[in-house]
């Protein structure tokens, strides 16, 4: 049964860092795109940052272009992000979903993805 589980939320500071991690079980990533989305309270989901993952190729939305890092680990099935910089913008829900290879060209389309996990709360507050 393919699940998605996210961690690493939490509470940080304006300028701090936080490391998200989404593992995939179930299924392998190999032929799949796979993506982080975030959503604050009673806001849309919106579109963070997608990797293909069997070329590795990613895709970031603007706000965060330079300040969050997506990786992967192919080894353990897992997608990272790295988020610094942050900012009280960015707190929200954060959610990874995964969708087959063609999703990565419709990378921020929510409907695309067919899979998602519970998300991890960020907090960025001082």
């Known amino acids: 049964q393919l699940q998605l589980a996210e961690s690493g939320g939490g509470l940080v500071q304006p300028g701090g860092s936080l490391r998200l991690s989404c593992v995939a079980s179930?299924?392998?990533?190999?032929?799949?795109?796979i993506a982080w989305f975030r959503q604050a309270p009673g806001k849309e989901r919106d579109f963070v940052a997608a990797?293909?993952?069997?070329?590795?190729?990613?895709y970031y939305q603007s706000s965060v272009k330079g300040r969050f890092t997506l990786s992967r680990d192919v080894a353990r099935n897992t997608m990272n992000l790295e988020m610094n910089s942050l900012k009280p913008e960015d707190t929200a829900d954060y959610y990874c979903?995964?969708?087959?290879?063609?999703?990565?060209?419709?990378?921020?389309?929510?409907?695309?993805?067919?899979?998602w996990g519970r998300g991890t709360q960020v907090t960025v507050s001082s």
């Open positions: 179930g299924f392998t990533l190999d032929y799949f795109a």
């Open positions: 979903g995964v969708g087959d290879l063609w999703t990565f060209y419709s990378a921020n389309d929510t409907q695309a993805y067919t899979s």
């Open positions: 990797v293909s993952w069997l070329d590795g190729r990613t």
